[in-house]
């Protein structure tokens, strides 16, 4: 692909963001955008998320460990990457934001030992996300994430990578209320902790093309502290995903990216609720490199799907029923390499009315 075909490329990918129609919300979508990243720690490098959020396939390092930590099969020396994300969000019942802040760090083993060898890396990360803002219900939302994780260049073409992660979180909002006082409207107090692990591998399939996939498994518990109808109480939650994905070095400037994914979701609480989520998705992406080693210029495109069904006898924990919600995004964003240090900043709109931007500083030595 020639910088002239990218050039036009990305003034499409420009075209059809200015051209997204904001999707009239519904009710569910709070619950939609809340169940995308519940008991769930994988935050993406600013270079995947301006490129359609692909990069499964990506041998990226410290960058890529939260996505696929095989990537760490790849990592020399040592790094630390910081970001720093702001989201508008539209949930259904009011605009709202949402901060993210990732912490993460990766060494390679030789570093400490020479018995290890240049071929093994650990590495960690911090995670939050801050939901605030939707005054008309007062919904909020947080979690954070820690995690730990290990990656392996066990064979000449294929890496290896598990991690082990912690979060911890709280999901409110208020009951909606008619004019008479009663309440008739979702009324949540809940709090909710467990653990996400993950496996990861990437194989090389020839010199300019890799292939990626991680499986992984999330559990935890909450506790539904909300005392409207007499139905506190404790539930449990569980999640299974699995993804694939593709990196391609179309040409020495060219890099293409695709990947494919699905994940469940299900929460339950004997007597109280019963929530099960459904999601599924596809991304592409390119990098053009428009100044080798210096600047980089990122694109993509992704479309995702969400479908919700919860059960909740009469009370209003959740909305009883099930509905799905489908969005497609574009994402844009630049790299910059100055002196040791790497500058990013990734844009993601969607159809859904939501604005995400992200700025990232990362370094290696």
Not at 185 to 199: A, H
Not at 240 to 252: L, N, P, R
Not at 285 to 305: C, F, T
Request: proline share 2%; with cysteine.
């Amino acid at each position: 692909m020639t910088s002239k075909t990218f050039y036009a490329s990305l003034a499409f990918v420009i075209a059809i963001t200015f051209a997204c129609r904001t999707a009239q919300a519904e009710d569910g979508e709070f619950y939609v955008n809340t169940y995308r990243s519940l008991g769930s720690v994988s935050p993406q490098g600013v270079r995947s998320s301006a490129m359609g959020r692909a990069g499964r396939g990506l041998a990226d390092g410290v960058y890529s460990l939260g996505v696929n930590p095989a990537a760490l099969g790849a990592h020399q020396g040592a790094a630390i990457d910081v970001a720093l994300g702001f989201d508008w969000l539209d949930d259904g019942y009011d605009a709202a934001d949402q901060v993210t802040f990732k912490l993460g760090g990766a060494v390679s083993l030789d570093r400490w030992s020479r018995l290890a060898g240049p071929n093994q890396a650990v590495g960690a990360l911090l995670h939050t996300q801050n939901y605030s803002g939707a005054s008309n219900n007062s919904m909020k939302r947080n979690q954070t994430g820690v995690l730990m994780a290990y990656g392996l260049h066990f064979m000449e073409n294929l890496l290896g990578g598990v991690s082990v992660a912690l979060f911890d979180g709280e999901w409110k909002s208020s009951p909606t209320l008619d004019e008479d006082g009663n309440v008739t409207g979702m009324n949540l107090d809940r709090s909710f902790t467990g653990g996400d692990f993950k496996v990861g591998g990437i194989y090389r399939i020839t010199d300019q093309t890799t292939f990626g996939g991680t499986v992984g498994y999330s559990t935890g518990f909450f506790k539904e502290k909300a005392t409207y109808a007499g139905t506190a109480g404790s539930g449990s939650l569980e999640r299974w995903s699995i993804g694939v994905g593709v990196a391609h070095q179309y040409t020495d400037d060219t890099l293409i990216l695709g990947d494919i994914w699905y994940d469940r979701l299900k929460t339950d609480a004997p007597g109280i609720l019963d929530e099960s989520n459904k999601a599924w998705g596809l991304s592409v992406g390119i990098e053009q490199q428009v100044i080798p080693d210096l600047m980089a210029l990122r694109g993509g495109l992704y479309y995702d799907r969400t479908s919700y069904s919860g059960r909740n006898g009469d009370t209003f924990f959740v909305p009883s029923g099930s509905f799905s919600k489908g969005r497609f995004g574009v994402t844009a964003g630049v790299g910059v390499r100055l002196y040791n240090f790497d500058l990013g900043y990734s844009l993601d709109i969607n159809s859904n009315g939501d604005v995400k931007n992200t700025l990232d500083v990362a370094t290696e030595w």
